[in-house]
């Protein structure tokens, strides 16, 4: 069935809004563009919580905590709960600590932003990095495999160098270190543009080493599990609403959620919405997100 494109038409949209109790909401290309909030997204927000229902925000990107996420949409005008709130940095973290249950003694070298490095501390794991820096003669004698480092963690880091990348390198050469990212996305939807994501971060170090790093963002179902580990919800009383099919899309329909909803304000397009035999496809879509409004 090709998706809906939702009209602007009052009772559409409130038949489409009764289908569900709770929003999962991505951020970036979704609420905002970078520190931009996209139009009329905090009166949407409001508009939604006035007709009872439950959200939640369901982000891959790592470099920012929950904490610090529920700081910045409290800046931008939504207030919300640290329970609302699902970032990559805390569903690796919870994977680390209480699926993986790595060894206290064992370290994670983390390439990422404080987001990743916060929600590993609140787990209470050991984790490492690099300061990133020229490589140096005495780092290629220096940089080698290390027992005592259980996991390599890649997320989007804004600040990646040869050095970060060579030392994750050596470390994953013991097959007994575990290589992890916070997501895959390609590209990170910014100032109405796209830039590397947090998947160019992994990428040369799978390009090496021919190991495929396990992926706690969406859409692993590994979110989902954090969400669920927090909170219980009907999935088919749950809309997931994305600006991209691969991770947003993917992670309602393979979660079994009751419906998803695409908004064109971030990476995907209209044309690969609509484009013949796509394998990952909305229920319906809006151009953006207040068009839900009416
Ligand atoms: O590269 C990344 O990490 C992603 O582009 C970015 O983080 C996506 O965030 P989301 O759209 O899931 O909020
Ligand atoms: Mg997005």
């Not at 979704?30 to 905090?42: C, D, I, K, N």
């Amino acid at each position: 069935m090709p998706p809906q494109k939702l009209s602007g038409k009052p009772e559409e949209l409130a038949a489409f809004i009764d289908k569900f109790d709770i929003f999962l909401f991505d951020c970036d290309g979704v609420l905002w563009q970078g520190a931009s909030l996209l139009p009329r997204t905090a009166e949407t927000i409001a508009h939604l919580r006035s007709l009872g229902k439950q959200l939640l925000f369901v982000t891959n990107n790592s470099t920012k905590s929950r904490t610090t996420y529920q700081a910045k949409l409290q800046g931008l005008g939504i207030p919300c709960g640290i329970n609302e709130i699902f970032c990559s940095a805390y569903s690796s973290a919870i994977y680390i600590s209480r699926v993986l249950r790595l060894q206290r003694d064992k370290r994670v070298y983390v390439i990422g932003e404080s987001g990743i490095k916060e929600e590993l501390a609140t787990e209470g794991v050991a984790y490492i990095s690099d300061d990133g820096g020229d490589i140096t003669p005495e780092d290629y004698d220096s940089f080698g495999p290390d027992e005592d480092v259980g996991v390599v963690l890649c997320g989007l880091d804004h600040a990646i160098s040869y050095r970060k990348l060579a030392r994750a390198y050596q470390y994953l050469r013991n097959p007994g270190t575990v290589f992890l990212a916070t997501n895959i996305d390609s590209t990170f939807p910014t100032h109405g543009k796209l830039f590397p994501g947090a998947g160019a971060m992994s990428a040369p170090l799978t390009y090496m080493t021919g190991r495929t790093p396990v992926s706690l963002g969406k859409p692993s179902q590994a979110m989902m599990d954090a969400i669920e580990g927090v909170l219980e919800f009907d999935r088919k009383r749950a809309c997931m609403v994305g600006d991209r099919l691969d991770t947003d899309i993917r992670f309602g329909i393979e979660g079994g959620l009751g419906g998803t909803l695409a908004v064109l304000t971030g990476v995907s397009t209209e044309e690969e919405i609509l484009e013949e035999g796509a394998t990952v496809v909305p229920d319906a879509y809006l151009d953006r997100l207040c068009d839900i409004l009416g």
